[in-house]
C-alpha cells in the first residue's frame, strides 16, 4: 500500500510558529543566524522581485528589523537552505542586516518545492505565469489532479484550470503580462482565439490602445465573428481611391472598432460603425459625440 502524499493545504501556519511569543512546534526552532550561511531555495517559483519593492522593504527592515522570521532547513554539510522568504532576505542582504530571525525546520528535497509554492500562493506574490508554472509543476511533477491542487494552495478548481491555461499564449503575450502591460482578465480574454497572428494583433491592439477587459472581450468577438453575421454593408464603389481607404483607418482608429466606407454613386459616400456590445456602442457614441 502506497503512503498518502504530504498535502500543502497546511499553508503558512504550518510554517512558522504562532504569534504573541509562542514557542515553536516541536523539530522546529526559532533563532538568529549569519545571513551568509542561508542559500537561495533552487524550488523557489518566484523569479520576478521588482527593485523598487525591494528597496522599500530593505527601508523598512533597516527601521524594525525583519519582522517575519524566513524559514530554513540545515544542510547536512553545514548552512543553512532557505524554504520560504525569499523576498524578505534579499531586502535583509540590500540592508546589509548581518543577521536575520529563522525557523529550522527539518524538511527533505522533495518538501522544497511544495513549501515555497505554499507561500508564495497565499501571500500572491507570484505573478499570473509564475503561479502558472507553479501549478503545472505540482500538476506534472507530482502527479497531482487540478482538484488536489486547488486543495493544497486553497484555490477552486476553475482557478487552477484558468492559470495553467495561460501558459498556452504566445510567448509576447506571456511577457506583456509578467511586466504588467496586460491583466490576467485581458490573458484569459485572449485565449477565446486560436493560437497565431490574429491573437497576436488583438493583443497588440490592446496594450497600444490600452484597452480594458471588457474592450479586449469586445475585440475578440469582432475578430471571430464570422463574416456572414457581420452587418453587410454596400459593395465599395469602382476606383475607390486612397484618400477612401485613408478615412476607414483612421475613423478605425479614432473609434476603436470596425468602421467600413463605400462611396456613392451620386457623391459622397456612406459610413457604417460596428459595434458588438451595448458598452462598446456606449463608448463609440460619447467619442463622435465630442469630436
Known sequence: MTQPRRGLGRGLDALLPGGGGEEPPPGRTLQEIDIDLIAPNPEQPRTNFPPEQLRELAESIREHGVLQPLVVSQEEEGGYRLIAGERRLQAAR?????????????????????????????????????EALAYRRLLSEYGLTQEEVAKRVGRSRAAVANATRLLQLESEIRRSLVAGEIQAGHARALLGMPEGEGRLEVWREAVR?????????????????????????AEPAAGRGSPMRDMETNLRRALGTRVTVTSNRGGGARIVVDTYSDEELEAVTSKLLSL
Open 209 to 233: 490602445r490600452g484597452l480594458s477587459v471588457r474592450e479586449t472581450e469586445a475585440a475578440v468577438r469582432r475578430a471571430l465573428a464570422p463574416r456572414r453575421d457581420r452587418p453587410r454593408t
Open 94 to 130: 540590500l540592508a546589509d542586516m548581518p543577521t536575520v530571525p529563522v525557523v529550522v525546520r527539518e524538511v527533505d528535497g522533495s518538501e522544497l518545492l511544495e513549501l515555497a509554492l505554499v507561500e508564495n500562493i497565499q501571500r500572491a506574490d507570484l505573478n499570473p505565469i509564475e
